[in-house]
């Protein structure tokens, strides 16, 4: 790297003191902003010419011509990479954070649900929970609803206790009765089968059917990694739209799509999270995440252990979302369900 491009410690200091500010008030920052919220003594000039500077680098850009700066995903992830070594939240957070989850649970999933909900709780973002829970289960319904125009929902319901629903688009229109019969008839083929089984009879459906049903069939097919992956539990709770409903990121309507999609499509945050497992702690910020609907999100997680499973705990949020408090909420909620002993 260039002198140029060096970074120097009243730079960082000052793109620390932007993000924590923009992280708290949702506003473009300004330098008399920073001035008068860190009480500084150095001049309004002298910062307004680090901000410069930090624009320049790329960590900071100005939304509008007259507006104060806001970080970028190059700057979120310096001032991420800065943040060393986290203290324990609070003794509030901790002890609620224990009565929450520090119970008896009589089952994994109930658990899972239970946590994501906490997540969303304590930070207003999406709470996350994605378990490796090996657990016999065999598929009791499958079904096609059918929505406006070409789009539907697959439910597949599986014993004991457990569905999944995804968003599916057809190749065209087709009538509801028909949509009808390709669900009974994928149903006739699969119900009663264990889940391990039902992908391998979808694809002997698909090699030995015919006409419209086999078409309907063929867009299940493609959903087959989500319907039909045994190991993989998820859980998700956003209360925020109920909390936040004023933010500016929900008031962009792209980011508000982008989030419904993200909660309707589950195989979606599925295909994140299980890239993830190789981390302890990992953090992606916007076009990090490598996907058009997640570039205007962070998403922060952390792998836990109970005895009877394993998995991720995550929050998705803004990007201004206060990193430090969320890697330090999945941190200690980590070590909680460490302790937790599943009931018969």
Known sequence: MSGTNVISADEIRILRYVIDIFVETGEPVSSRMIKSHFRLEESTA???KILHRLEALGYLYKPHVSAGRVPSDSGYRLYVDGI??????SRALAERIRTK???DWRDVRELMAATSMLLSDVTD???ITMGV???HRVVERFEIVLLEGRAGIVILTLAPGDARKVYVRFEREYPPYVVESAGRMINERIAGHELEQAPERLESFLREGAGVEREIAST????ASFLFDSPYDLEYSYRGIERRGDSFELSNPKILQNLVRLMGERNIMLGVLKNRFESDVSVTIGRENRMRELEDFAIVTRRFRTADCEGILGVLGPMRMSYRLVLSLLGTTAEELAHIQIGE
């Open 46 to 48: 002298n910062i307004r």
């Open 84 to 89: 060393r070594a986290l203290g324990p939240p």
């Open 101 to 103: 989850i520090g119970q």
């Open 125 to 127: 973002y999406m709470g």
């Open 133 to 135: 829970v090996q657990a």
């Open 220 to 223: 299940v097919s493609r959903e």
